[in-house]
């Protein structure tokens, strides 16, 4: 079965024009990295800011060019630098971004945000754009009466379903997640994180999941890639990763992460007891 | 004597519909040298409760509490400029944002010789020698260099580092960090929170920290208060919240948190959970 995304040593340099004082510069965002993800599944990035996986995700879902390397969505090569995206491989991926207050316009209505990807892409008319947001609503855990509201109307765990329904108007085969529960509470995060993992079944959706909190990736990956510095320096199965991490940053992450479990609380207390 | 000793503490905004209770019925005791962290998530009130203690709310914010004394003063009797003279010398605060809570137009060596000059009485040169000392105790490399760079010039872990310093300026009894490591990476957050902790026991003050993170809880505190919309919903220390949670609520958080699950599926018991079930399941 041909994966539904394959990157192979994809690089992006960023040019920043000089001036009369500074020379012109380029940053290389991400240094040739390759991975792919089958049907069904999710992939974790893992990395801390300015490691390139934002690149990562915006050259997947198109919206930047690869400089170069290749990307095959479906088994089909994609350079949206060399020949125009046509919306029939912009309805392939989707992405939902980190905070649901900024990525939804406060101006429209939930409907007019869920159907607007439809007016965009497809020619499918009016009447059957709002049953299909109508169903979409319900399929995130909403109801048909949000459909009239606004974005302020809700709260952030809510806005971030709106975003998910958004992103799956237009039944894509693949899904960025751009550290899609890092600015939700707890609760709500667990939420989410059920309704993401309830959608991927039913659809058969494959992820790409962008995200700093490795409790979270360690939930719902499947494979998992650390990036540092735009290099992928680990990447494999969640259960090599997390059980035998080859390289020193990933190791040096899976020590900073803060530990919940008693035993190491219990250690802490009494390492200050003794001190004291 | 405990440092800072709050009952009963409630909160109240007016607002279009009607009075808003932000905080209802919050006590707290931080004693010297301990570390005691608040919990809770968006809109439990951790931060109103705290601001309102140092008296840092607009005039809209109705607070009243049955007492609240620091060192054994009563805060609430207190003018605005003697007050002014405890906060910023005594009880520092740390804020969430560090890039938005430095002031741009001015250089983070004129921000931290600014506290030392309206606290205290040192002179210009004395005041400079201490600004790069505490440069050096919150691990900034080059210390006289970077006196003279503005916030933009640095990174988000910096500029966190220099609030700790100008937070630890003036040797405070009490230090109050709000969500200090919500806006870093967890490398930098794991730093920080050495830092504070090692700068803690030096100084044996009282720290409390603001938080939702339940990582950051277990790494840090003594003793943890949960909070659900405004009130006190457990209290225990660290060991026994984590491993016997009394209320409902707790049990529900716990039992939220990604490493703890068993299934494919997160237990999302909050969400079947009424306001007055968990205000009923509240332990004291």
Known sequence: ?276 | MSLLEIKNLTVEFQTASGPFRAVDGVSLKVDEGEVLAIVGESGSGKSVSMLAAMGLLPWTAKVTADVLTFNGRDMQAMSDSDRRKIIGKDIAMIFQEPIASLNPCFTVGFQIEEVLRIHTDLGRKARRDRAIELFQSVGIPNPEERLGHFPHQMSGGQCQRVMIATALACNPKLLIADEPTTALDVTIQKQILDLLMKLQDEHGMGLIIITHDMGVVAETADRVIVQYKGRQIEQADVLSLFSEPKSVYTKALLAALPENATGGRLPTITEKLTDAEIFAGAVR
């Open chain 1, 1 to 276: 079965m041909t994966p539904v995304l394959e990157a192979k040593n994809l690089k992006r340099d960023y040019h920043i024009p000089g001036s009369l004082l500074k020379p012109a510069k380029t940053v290389h965002a991400v240094k040739g990295v390759s991975f792919k993800v089958e049907q069904g599944k999710t992939l974790a990035i893992v990395g801390e800011s300015g490691c390139g996986k934002s690149t990562v995700a915006r050259m997947v879902t198109m919206i930047d060019p690869i400089t170069s390397g290749e990307m095959l969505i479906d088994g089909r090569k994609v350079d949206i630098a060399s020949e125009p995206l046509t919306s029939e491989m912009r309805s392939k991926v989707q992405i939902v971004f980190q905070n649901p207050y900024g990525s939804l316009n406060p101006r429209k209505k939930i409907g007019d945000i869920l159907t607007e990807p439809l007016v965009i892409n497809t020619k499918v008319p009016a009447d059957e754009r709002r049953d299909r947001a109508m169903a979409m609503l319900k399929k995130v855990g909403l109801e048909e009466k949000h459909y009239g509201r606004y974005p302020h109307m809700f709260s952030g765990g809510q806005r971030q379903r709106v975003a998910i329904a958004r992103a799956l108007m237009l039944n894509p085969r693949l899904l960025v997640l751009d550290e899609p529960v890092s600015a939700l509470d707890l609760s709500v995060q667990a939420q989410v994180l059920n309704l993401l993992a309830d959608l991927q079944d039913e659809f058969q959706l494959t992820y790409v999941f962008i995200s700093h909190d490795l409790s979270v990736v360690r939930h719902i990956a499947n494979d998992v890639m650390v990036m540092y510095f735009g290099e992928a320096v680990e990447y494999g199965s969640r259960d090599q990763v997390f059980e035998d991490p080859q390289h020193s940053y990933t190791k040096t992450l899976f020590a900073a992460t803060p530990r919940v479990d008693v035993d190491a609380i219990r250690a802490r207390v009494e390492r200050r007891k003794r001190v004291a």
